[in-house]
């Protein structure tokens, strides 16, 4: 993975293949942003015109390369487009900046060492600057011939992604500075871990498979663990998981991972849908549906990840991740349409469609975190294509049974730069789920699928516990063109989120 430094070096002195500086969109064409002081001067100041006329404007997601001026150490200097203004105070909002540092480390795959000299404006924009970086040089190869073999050897159309990024414009003294350095090297080395997962085969990844790597992070970083294997989960009567699983040759996990801190007061809990391949079961995806489906797990990466984020930052919180793993297969031994399962909570459902599955999975998991009696519950799942057509493939829905928190939750996926959207639960949308035999079906109407979903998981989370559902369907996985710090694939959607949550939870405003 990248390497981050702090820097104090001046640009012109540094030795690195390239120099990145930023261009804000300036109502008259682009503005050189601060941090390129130096550049800027080696043009006598005419930089912004140099970039005008190579066609830059300064919008979001643009790149313009040019000759670092004679004198330079490096030879490159890389403007990249913040598709903003600055803000009253001279300053950039947080996730221009990480778009920003985002695409230029993307752009700079192949190159060993590169300066950012980003407008940099306190600890906040260093952060985002340095998030940007890690999750932009992202790149997953371990598939691809020469990909993971020896140390430096990469596949052969593959770049290795950027060696070491210098932040400047920093103080690498200061603790502020510091900190948000290394929060942004937890947060970023860990989403890129969920999305490792996300992008790892789905003949590779199975629930037992995900459980050991569940097993071998806890070990490093001192989590505790406990696997519910298909022997435990069918002694404890955990119908959700084993029939979604049942079909499958690779048998289904409940994966407990508990992050535990000598000084908390709070306690919340994350339940990840966990399905390593949704063929859809009995009720078979048609081709054109299935071929992304080893994004089934990304909740569950999404909560492995954030629990050992919570981890690396020490945060005086009890975090506890929930992962309901279990692969969605046809055969003779798979859920059949019309089958009735007796839940881990004593509900039992119809199952009409085998391919609503994640909601199973989920009640089980929400169960049984609700045991705990946590002060909050977050779960999250690539749940819905109802949800994808409501809020495209970016925006990630946010439901809850208290409308406070659904707010708390929703501003705290903003806040960290994931766009989210509130949604909500339609009271007579449960009718849908009633069912001729048992206390209830697992789906109901078409309209409003997402949120119907949602009512569905609400009857599994204990009386009293504040709950929100995160479905993640429309973000998880990046179908089209990579664009800012996003890749192509798995994307590591709710990491930040969760991990926020998590942070407020610690200072006391959750829960
Ligand atoms: N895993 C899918 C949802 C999904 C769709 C995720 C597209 C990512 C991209 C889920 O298990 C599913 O199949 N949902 C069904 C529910 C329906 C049968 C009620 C759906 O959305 O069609
Ligand atoms: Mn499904
Ligand atoms: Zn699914």
Redesign the pocket.
Known sequence: MTALTLSTAAAPGLRADAIVIGVAKGAKGPVVAPGAEAVDKAYDGGLAGVLETLGASGAEGELTKLPAPAGFKAPLVVAVGLGTEPDAEGGFDAEALRKAAGTAARALAGAKKAAFALPVDGAGALEAIGEGVLLGAYSFDAYKENGGQAKGARAKNGKAPLGEAALLGGKPRDAAHKGAVARAVAVGEELNRARDLVNTPPNDLTPDSFARIVQAAAKEHGLKVQVLDEKALTKGGYGGILGVGGGSAAAPRLVKVAYTHPDAERHLAFVGKG?TY?S?GI?L?PAGHNE??K??MAGAAAVFAAVVAAARLGLEANVTGWLALAENMPSGSAVRPGDVLRMYSGKTVEVL?T????RLVLADALWAASQEEPDAIVDVA?????M?VALGSRTLGVLANDDAFRTTVYEAAEETGEPAWPMPMPEHLTKGLESQVADMTN?GERWG?GLLAGLFLREFVGEGISWAHLDI?GP??NEGAPFGYTPKGGTGTAVRTLVRLAELTAEGELG
């Open positions: 399905i949704d859809g009720s995806k992304t489906m994004c089934d469609n391919d609503a599955e994640g690539t749940l819905t294509g109802a994808m789906v699928g369907a998880a996985f």
